[in-house]
């Protein structure tokens, strides 16, 4: 996997609510910048040859970097594709919605549900928030959250930016009524 630049962001909140979070919620982001693989060639009407060739190798390169960097036990996920400007938002979700990519992130975190996901095309420095849930449970309201992402120079034109995001637990100081009370 060829990128021109890898991020990773760790935000830690020891405080929400004039109140301490023990432990420290972890969210952390890793993000891969690289070529667009069908920047050139005009509509591609199968992006197979595409995914075939980046989406396994790019979620093996991101999926371990998360589970690392948090430091502990995953318990909520998302994803991200930002195509740059003379892409198509299509590339982007070609990456990111197959198995090809995703279950590298599944398989190393435990997880069972499905990824939520941003896509989105833009110049580069364009702000997007990455959408979190639980990874075993979707209906569990105190992982639904979102980290908001921007890096500087990226994606140029012809990039992409794909990220994963993992968070060591659901939001900070949560006290939603569990989902079930409301059945």
Known sequence: MNYRKLVTIIEETNTEGGRQVDP????VIVAAVFDNPWAGQ???EDLTEGI??????LGALLAPRVIEALGAPLEAYGKAAIVGLDG??????ALIHTLKFGNHFRDA???T???PAVEKRGPAGVQFDIPLKHFTDATIRSHHQSIEVKIADAPHAGEI????AGSTQGRPQQRLASLSTEL
């Open 24 to 27: 420290a919620a972890r969210v």
């Open 161 to 164: 930016l794909i990220a994963l």
């Open 52 to 57: 075939d060739k980046v989406a396994s190798d």
């Open 113 to 115: 549900t499905l990824l």
């Open 42 to 44: 005009g509509f591609v």
């Open 88 to 93: 198509e938002i299509e590339h982007g979700s």
């Open 109 to 111: 975190a435990n997880a």
